[in-house]
């Protein structure tokens, strides 16, 4: 938040003076005004494209168990698209060059289109036994052209974590590289990591990303 916090007081850009870089950090709106959309838009069928424009622009809505979500404020996004991470680097610790550019990319990103997957699933069918392999392949990167979200070890794998499987047909013969048994018991949820929690408080509507470093503190606080 104390970097967030200086990204929005602003950051001495040569001649320019201080400039705030982000809008208001404390909240958890994702609400974006017209304007800033208009200007997303507008680079972006500049820069890139014309398949990464959507023909409308993005409305994204509040999900289940967000209703409690405060819009007072702007979703956190950048003051000025036209000022690219890169270009503002020099001006800019590691930090808080890594935090802007987030900010930036998924800002731009989110009124990007989607990027597009065909997936395949091939069973082998061995009488006593099916083997499946599942692939997929990238048709279009969409906004993955700029902006890619981590996920967590235990969210388990996403369509682009499978490699493709090559064009085949029934009948053809395939030699067997590599057989992976998997055997399924009942787990108990996997441990909270720091990503997983704010996830999880998100959907019960507890705390505001302002509070989230406070209740993380305190639990690891009282273990």
Same mark, same amino acid.
């Given at each position: ?41 507008? =680079? ?7 398949? *990464? ?17 405060? #819009? ?25 060059? @890594?935090?802007?550019? &987030? ?10 289109? /989607?990027?597009? =997957?065909?997936?395949? @699933?091939?069973? =082998? ?9 599942? +692939? ?5 990167? +969409?906004?993955?052209?700029? *902006? ?10 996403? &369509?682009?974590?499978?490699? /493709?499987?090559?064009? &085949?047909?029934?009948? #053809? ?18 441990? =909270? ?11 019960? +509507? ?18």
């Amino acid at each position: 938040m104390r970097l967030a916090q200086q990204l929005y007081e602003g950051i001495e850009i040569g001649a320019e003076g201080p400039v705030g870089l982000i809008t208001y950090m404390r909240t958890d709106s994702i609400r974006v005004a017209d304007s800033a959309v208009a200007q997303a838009r507008d =680079f972006i069928a500049r820069e890139f494209d014309k398949r *990464y424009l959507p023909a409308t622009p993005n409305v994204h809505k509040t999900g289940k168990g967000q209703s409690r979500v405060q #819009d007072a404020h702007e979703a956190i996004r950048p003051t000025d698209v036209l000022r690219r991470p890169d270009d503002l680097k020099q001006h800019l610790d590691a930090k808080q060059f @890594k935090l802007y550019q &987030l900010i930036w990319r998924r800002f731009v990103a989110s009124q990007m289109n /989607p990027a597009v =997957f065909e997936t395949t @699933k091939v069973d =082998f069918d061995l009488g006593r036994y099916v083997f499946r392999a599942t +692939g997929s392949r990238v048709l279009f990167d +969409g906004y993955h052209k700029l *902006y890619h979200e981590a996920h967590e070890p235990e969210e388990g794998k996403t &369509l682009e974590d499978l490699p /493709p499987i090559p064009p &085949l047909v029934e009948g #053809d013969v395939v030699t067997v590289k590599q057989i992976t048994p998997n055997q399924h018991f009942t787990e108990p949820p996997p441990r =909270f990591s720091e990503a997983s929690l704010v996830k999880e408080l998100e959907r019960l +509507g507890i705390g505001r990303p302002s509070t989230y470093a406070a209740i993380i503190s305190t639990l690891k606080n009282r273990w």
